[in-house]
């Protein structure tokens, strides 16, 4: 059966306007006017190696997830306009840890351990992995995931794979692309219509997208604008 998160109950719950799922449902977002959120204040809270550790659950939560080197760090950074905020890792697959920022003192942006990482044992990507999903699936309090695609590349699996875990546990998720500033409008082109027709193999509608690039900042007031009207 085919599982469509946009349709769940509990997504609904969240939006604050029926006018806001009429857009979504519509394959053209362009047309929709996000308010842009005013990042004032960001604070790192704690690193968490576990959903148990993780902060008490009782704001809003966004989390960011992709594979290592993705531009994860680079873009959470781009939308606090802080530049260390999270460390921009340089060894990829070290960062295992859950880490909360509280922002403007009313939701927690999540950056999330990095997944697909080849140069670790089997049993630690299990590990690994286990926590991640522990979290996804458990946390009450998580209103949105971000999963960044490497706009540079064509459709991977373990993305893909990635994506289909979040709906098979109704994890609402939104797909942000990076590096776009480094793409040519071609490669750009195609590779989003490849991911866009990979995943419509499986799903009923597409979640958001955002196209996003931490050097140019492309996609900060949509990826804001979109955490302001669930937030
Ligand atoms: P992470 O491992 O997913 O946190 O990835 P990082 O944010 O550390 O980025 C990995 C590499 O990609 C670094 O060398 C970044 O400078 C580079 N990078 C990240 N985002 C962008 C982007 O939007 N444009 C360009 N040109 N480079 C980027």
Redesign the pocket.
């Known amino acids: 059966m085919k599982k469509n998160i946009w349709t769940s109950d509990f997504f609904r719950q969240i939006w604050k306007n029926e006018f806001f799922c009429v857009c979504l449902s519509q394959k053209n977002y362009n047309i929709f006017n996000f308010s842009i959120l005013l990042v004032r204040n960001t604070e790192f809270i704690k690193s968490s190696p576990s959903l148990k550790e993780c902060p008490k659950s009782d704001i809003p939560e966004y989390a960011f997830v992709?594979?290592?080197?993705?531009?994860?760090?680079?873009?959470i950074?781009?939308l606090c306009m802080n530049g260390s905020l999270?460390k921009?890792?340089a060894t990829?697959g070290k960062?295992r840890l859950i880490n909360h920022f509280l922002i403007n003192g009313s939701w927690y942006l999540v950056d999330l351990p990095?997944y697909g990482y080849a140069k670790v044992s089997k049993k630690m990507r299990e590990s690994f992995d286990k926590m991640l999903f522990n979290y996804l699936n458990k946390r009450e309090n998580l209103y949105c995931v971000f999963v960044?695609i490497d706009s540079r590349i064509p459709p991977q699996a373990n993305d893909l794979e990635f994506i289909s875990r979040l709906g098979a546990l109704q994890v609402p998720f939104a797909v942000a692309f990076?590096?776009?500033?480094?793409t040519t409008q071609k490669q750009f082109n195609d590779n989003i219509k490849l991911f866009k027709n990979e995943m419509l193999k499986t799903w009923e509608e597409l979640p958001q997208f955002f196209y996003?690039?931490?050097?140019?900042k492309q996609g900060r007031e949509e990826i804001l604008g979109f955490i302001e009207k669930i937030c």
Request: proline share 3%.
């Open positions: 992709g594979r290592s080197n993705v531009g994860k760090s680079s873009l950074n781009m999270a921009t890792s990829p960062t990095g960044l990076t590096k776009i500033d480094k996003t690039s931490s050097v140019t």
